[in-house]
């Protein structure tokens, strides 16, 4: 199938390794040239060349911590002056540090609310008034299956990307006219570094090892395995595409059926 995506422009944050990595890949492998992000120099030129070798697409890489406003500008920026427009928009970062209610602090907090929602609000705000005046884009939030159903231990994640839900839903209404779809994809347990640090997280916190842990996320998910960065990706691709101009504010889950709920 032929996604529409070719020669469109996609912005893809936290693209060095796990799920933005793989956005990535999925999205040049339609033809979309790409503006990857991330914090690690090495990390980020390491995707940019693995990449470029797989897609042959135009790839342009900013060193950027978007829990840092002038950071997101700087990303932003040269996002602009590289291609001139964004059509696709990836936020995503990562996730808040683990922990209970009683093991953060207000400190904790703040940082969680800039990396987490601020750098949504302000990738989105950055990149909105060109998708409205061409009247065509796509904003896809990666959040996490914490927001349809909050995971143990994971306060701030729970807490926060649920007002990235909000938001987005909002935003999706109120751009709907402009051919402008906001959605948000929802990872279950799915194997990036981010869940092996969950699971290291929560052994030492139980006194048990990660593989201990991990098997207890794979009897709770109905396929009894992780997911693959690759199978996440596809959706996004999916929702990115002119095939899905008609799906909008939705949050759609990645998981094998972990969230047990009807909606």
């Not at 992000?37 to 060349?49: N, Q």
């Not at 006219?177 to 948000?184: E, F, L, R, S, Y």
């Not at 395995?225 to 990115?240: C, I, M, Q, V």
């Not at 899905?244 to 909606?263: E, F, M, N, P």
Request: aromatic fraction near 4%.
């Amino acid at each position: 199938m032929d996604l529409g995506l070719r020669g469109k422009v996609a912005l893809v944050a936290a693209a060095s390794r796990g799920l933005g990595r793989a956005i990535a890949l999925e999205l040049g492998g339609e033809g979309a040239k790409l503006v990857l992000c991330a914090r690690g120099r090495e990390d980020l030129e390491s995707a940019r060349s693995m990449i470029a070798s797989c897609t042959g697409v135009e790839i342009h890489t900013v060193v950027g911590d978007l829990s840092e406003r002038a950071h997101i500008e700087l990303v932003t920026t040269e996002a602009m002056a590289k291609f001139g427009q964004v059509d696709v928009l990836v936020t995503n970062a990562g996730g808040p540090p683990a922990g209970t209610f009683e093991t953060h602090s207000w400190d904790a907090w703040e940082r969680a609310v800039n990396l987490t929602l601020r750098s949504v609000v302000e990738l989105t705000r950055a990149v909105l008034p060109g998708m409205r005046q061409r009247q065509w884009g796509r904003i896809i939030n990666v959040t996490s299956i914490a927001v349809k159903q909050p995971v143990d231990n994971l306060m701030l994640s729970n807490s926060i990307r649920a007002a990235v839900t909000g938001f987005a839903r909002t935003l999706a209404n109120e751009v709907a006219t402009d051919g402008i779809t906001v959605n948000n994809i929802l990872p279950g347990y799915t194997r990036t570094e981010r869940v092996e640090q969950l699971a290291d997280s929560t052994a030492k916190k139980e006194g048990l090892t990660r593989q201990d842990i991990v098997a207890r996320f794979e009897k709770e998910i109905p396929m009894k395995r992780l997911g693959e960065p690759k199978e996440f990706a596809a959706l996004a691709a999916f929702l990115a595409s002119q095939q899905a101009s008609y799906i909008t504010g939705q949050s759609i889950a990645v998981d094998g059926g972990w969230i047990r709920s009807l909606l």
